[in-house]
């Protein structure tokens, strides 16, 4: 009985991950919607919103977008919810969605959002790019 209302307890915080990823995804696309930059305003400076076009506008809130799912993706995976061969799939999109050298503000921003063991993972990750 124990092992059933740990995993249906897993179950249920893997659901409100899920849940609390799909409002932050819908969050950022309304941003998006009205061409404006998420991460300008998230950091509290929207008088950069006018620096980017329309064009990087929608793709910053999209990388915005990846670090959420991949973020998520960690979770699942570090919660035994996730099999290893899913996982290294999933590294291979993180190397080329996340490493964005021209965004290095969204990344240094994000970097200090994520649990300490995605952010180790993510660090020694090989790149090009300088943050």
């Known amino acids: 009985m124990g092992f059933e ?10 659901d409100q ?3 609390r990823m ?9 941003y998006t919607a009205a061409n404006l930059d998420f991460f300008t305003a998230a950091s509290k400076v929207p008088d950069n919103d006018s620096l980017f ?3 990087e ?12 799912l991949h973020e998520n993706d960690y979770f699942q995976y ?7 061969s899913v996982w290294e799939a999933k590294l291979r999109a993180i190397r080329g969605d996340l490493f964005v050298c021209e965004m290095k503000d969204i990344w240094n921003w ?3 959002l994520v649990e300490q063991g995605f952010r180790d993972i993510l660090e020694a ?3 090009s790019c300088k943050f």
């Open 17 to 19: 991950m899920n849940n």
């Open 53 to 55: 076009t329309s064009a």
């Open 57 to 68: 506008k929608g793709a910053r809130n999209i990388l915005n977008i990846q670090w959420t």
């Open 125 to 127: 990750l090989p790149t």
């Open 22 to 30: 799909n409002v932050i995804i819908s969050f950022i696309g309304t």
């Open 5 to 14: 209302l740990r995993q249906a307890r897993e179950l249920a915080i893997a």
């Open 78 to 84: 570090s919660n035994g919810l996730m099999t290893e």
């Open 110 to 112: 994000r970097i200090g």
